[in-house]
């Protein structure tokens, strides 16, 4: 157990729709990431927070977002969602805005129908 | 640009056979280096990291070492055993906030 809680674990939705992904991150780590990873895309970091900034920004299509909240918990929000979107959204946190690693959490998977 | 290039899988061996598992990587700074796994149904976990050059990072069996002349970081593991198979992602950090992952290598080890 990495001890970053990820929910929901599954979620089924229609095209068009919005959904709010959730990770508490490790007690103590400042540091939330978030990841996709889909069969074509591999692995692709979307973007981090660092209590409560945003800190970097990779892929991320503007139909995402993300917030970072006062208690170091964290929310990934889809919208306007298409049948692509369908993937393992990962959370991970780390202590510090340059640490030397990530801890991941188990996903949610989304699917998109 | 940064990235990682990893074999492309599945690579499937027998029991106590010897693993070695490619990854190269590109980077436009001094990266730290990381191998995670991912069994099914889980997320990824950290398994070795080096953090520079001729650094080798070692957990569970498993070694890698980090060779700067060569950019290469390869996954190796004298005896596989059947609770290793699993999906071997090679990333690199830098700056630590962003993490470049490979595509991943499945691994399926047979009794």
């Known amino acids: 157990d990495s001890g970053v809680t990820q929910t929901p674990k599954h979620l089924i939705t229609a095209t068009g729709q919005r959904v709010t992904l959730r990770c508490s991150p490790r007690?103590?780590?400042?540091?939330v990431y978030w990841y996709q990873q889909s069969l074509d895309q591999g692995l692709q970091f979307l973007i981090q927070?660092?209590?409560?900034?945003?800190?970097a920004k990779g892929n991320i299509l503007e139909r995402f977002s993300a917030q970072q909240f006062p208690d170091l918990h964290s929310e990934l929000n889809l919208s306007s969602l298409e049948l692509g979107d369908s993937a393992l959204y990962f959370c991970?946190?780390?202590?510090?805005?340059?640490?030397?690693?990530?801890?991941f959490g188990q996903g949610t998977r989304l699917t998109v129908v | 640009g940064n990235s990682v290039t990893q074999m492309e899988g599945p690579v499937t061996l027998s029991e106590e056979a010897f693993l070695t598992i490619n990854c190269t990587y590109t980077?436009?700074?001094?990266?730290?280096l990381f191998w995670y796994v991912q069994y099914p149904g889980e997320g990824l976990q950290l398994l070795l990291k080096a953090t520079k050059a001729d650094d080798k990072g070692s957990n569970k069996g498993f070694e890698a070492t980090y060779r700067k002349e060569t950019t290469s970081f390869h996954l190796e593991k004298g005896s596989v055993q059947v609770s290793d198979s699993a999906v071997y992602f090679c990333a690199l950090g830098l700056n630590f906030n962003k993490f470049y992952f490979g595509s991943g290598t499945k691994l399926n080890v047979k009794p």
């Open positions: 927070y660092y209590n409560g900034e945003e800190r």
């Open positions: 991970a946190s780390s202590p510090g805005d340059r640490s030397t690693e990530a801890f």
């Open positions: 007690s103590g780590d400042l540091s």
């Open positions: 980077a436009t700074g001094y990266p730290s």
